[in-house]
């Protein structure tokens, strides 16, 4: 290769590097000057207002109840045609409960059913009841005795034209009436539909049993913690509740309550006072205090707070005055936002 030649590859090769040391150098010479070109973070706030801090969740109120009275039919055969006994409802004495064969068979209150049909002649303390439950439906002027008479009789009679039976009062079949008990029956579900056969000593319903206790499940059924004092606000009534359980006073508000329970509110019996602030405003220290950062002329200072309950990107606390100027970004503008 002649000289000339080797030249001339050299000039090329200068040609080439130079540039790309020109920018090495710009870029090493100006470093500095572009670093003091950067935008510094700016310090966001914002005013904190007291609030009322309720704890307020949505709850699913579960009663638990005492298993329920039966209600039975006494001997009756054939066809239900008419039923008039639906889950809540409040069966009375004297009201028509369902129809078999297109005649009605009427509630009763009383201590003891009915054990025998009666006829006239028969005698005993079970003339007296029947008796006693003509004159209270108003259907006999008065009773004192316990032999089956004309005067049981003419109540008797009035009894089957009122449930739709034709008779001269000379028999009292039991399996008119339907006994509720010694007051009245509140039904929970019903075990008969129209149409259905019946042969005999058939269990017609069962009662509502008594709330022993209701608690509190979120709706997706996971649990909640609710300790202290609280209250619950329903559809249509409002029950007190101590550490997760409706108080024993408040537990017949709940009386109707179907067993797949119903949704409410459930909130602080006495509401707190606190802020909401951005979570990004509270900070932790090393032994896992909690603190703000509160704005004080130009400059910050940190604040303990209590975080009590946080929602999305918003911490609920205790701890600050209203009006609080409060840093949101303190990481991004502090050296050491940790609480002291």
Same mark, same amino acid.
Request: aromatic share 4%; charged share 20%; hydrophobic share 35%.
């Given at each position: 290769m002649d000289r000339n030649r080797l030249v001339t590859i050299a000039a090329l090769i200068a040609m080439i590097l130079a540039p790309i040391g020109f920018l090495v150098w710009l870029r090493v010479e100006t470093r500095d000057q572009l670093s003091e070109l950067e935008a510094s973070p700016m310090p966001l706030t914002a005013e904190a207002?007291?609030?009322?801090?309720? @704890?307020?969740?949505?709850? %699913?109120?579960l009663p638990t109840r005492t298993e329920g009275r039966t209600l039975s039919l006494a +001997?009756? +055969?054939?066809?239900?045609? &008419? %039923?008039?006994?639906?889950?809540g409802v409040s069966l009375g004495d004297s009201e028509p409960v369902l129809e078999i064969d297109r005649v009605s068979r009427l509630g009763y209150v009383a201590e003891a059913p009915f054990h025998r049909s009666l006829t006239v002649g028969d005698r005993g303390?079970?003339?007296t009841a029947l008796g006693g439950l003509l004159v209270k439906w108003g259907l006999l002027?008065?009773?004192? $005795?316990?032999?089956?008479?004309?005067? %049981?009789?003419?109540g008797v009679e009035a009894l089957a034209e009122r449930i739709g039976v034709s008779s001269d009062g000379r028999f009292f079949d039991r399996s008119w009436l339907v006994w509720l008990g010694p007051e009245s029956f509140?039904? $929970? @579900?019903? &075990?008969i539909r129209v149409g259905d056969a019946l042969n005999g000593f058939e269990a017609i319903a069962? @009662?509502?049993g008594e709330v022993t206790e209701v608690t509190f499940a979120s709706p997706t059924g996971s649990a909640l913690n609710l300790s202290g004092q609280r209250v619950f606000v329903g559809p249509d009534f409002t029950a007190r509740v101590t550490n997760g359980l409706v108080t024993e006073d408040d537990l017949d508000l709940f009386a109707n309550t179907p067993s797949e329970g119903i949704e409410g509110l459930i909130r602080l019996a006495i509401p707190r006072y606190g802020a909401r602030v951005a979570s990004t405003a509270?900070?932790? +220290?090393?032994? +896992?205090?909690t603190c703000v950062w509160v704005q004080e002329g130009t400059e910050y200072s940190p604040v303990p707070v209590v975080v009590q309950a946080g929602r999305a990107s918003l911490s609920e606390i205790e701890g600050l005055e209203d009006g609080a100027i409060v840093l949101i970004n303190p990481t991004a503008v502090l050296d050491d936002a940790s609480c002291p």
């Open positions: 207002k007291l609030v009322s801090l309720d @704890e307020s969740t949505v709850a %699913i109120a +001997g009756t +055969g054939g066809t239900v045609t &008419s %039923i008039l006994l639906s889950p303390q079970d003339v002027a008065d009773f004192d $005795g316990e032999v089956f008479d004309t005067r %049981i009789r003419t509140v039904v $929970g @579900e019903t &075990s069962r @009662e509502v509270v900070q932790v +220290g090393p032994t +896992g205090s």
